[in-house]
C-alpha cells in the first residue's frame, strides 16, 4: 500500500526540512570516507589558520571553500544513490554521471589547495623564519 504524501505547511516544514538534512549529513557521514577525510583537512586549515593569526578574510575564505566542498561531496553521494537506484547494471551514461560528479570535487579540491597554499605560504615562512631569529 503506497502512502500519501502529503507536503506538510508553515513552521512544521521548516523544521522538517532540517530534520532531513541532518538525516543526508548523518548518512553521508556513515557511508562516505572522503567526506571524513575533507572535513578533517578543513578542520586542519582553520586551525591552522586560527594558530597562524591569518587575516580574518582569508579564514573566511578557508571555511568557505571547506563547506563548499563538503556540500559537494554531497552533492556527489545523492547522485551516485540517485545513479545507483535507477540502474543495477553497468550503464556507460551511468558511469559518465558518477565519473563527472566526481571530477567536479576533484577540481574544486585543487582549486582550494591552490588557495591553501597562497594562503598559507607567507604565515608559513615568517614562522619558519622567526625561528632562526
Not at 545513479?83 to 551511468?94: G, Q, S
Not at 567536479?104 to 597562497?118: N, R, V
Not at 598559507?120 to 614562522?127: A, D, G, R, T
Request: glycine content about 6%; proline content about 2%; hydrophobic content about 50%.
Amino acid at each position: 500500500m503506497e502512502k500519501n504524501f502529503v507536503r506538510d505547511k508553515g513552521f512544521k516544514r521548516f523544521i522538517n526540512s532540517f530534520k532531513y538534512s541532518l538525516s543526508g549529513i548523518k548518512y553521508a557521514f556513515k557511508t562516505e570516507i572522503n567526506i571524513k577525510i575533507m572535513l578533517i583537512i578543513g578542520l586542519i586549515a582553520i586551525t591552522l589558520g586560527i594558530i597562524l593569526k591569518i587575516s580574518i578574510t582569508r579564514l573566511i575564505i578557508v571555511i568557505f571553500l571547506t563547506g563548499v566542498i563538503l556540500s559537494l561531496e554531497m552533492i556527489n553521494t545523492s547522485i551516485e544513490n540517485t545513479i545507483d537506484l535507477i540502474t543495477e547494471k553497468y550503464n556507460p551514461k551511468a558511469k559518465i554521471a558518477k565519473d563527472c560528479a566526481s571530477a567536479s570535487l576533484t577540481i574544486l579540491s585543487l582549486i582550494a589547495i591552490i588557495i591553501g597554499i597562497i594562503i598559507f605560504i607567507e604565515p608559513i615562512i615568517k614562522l619558519i623564519g622567526g625561528l632562526y631569529d
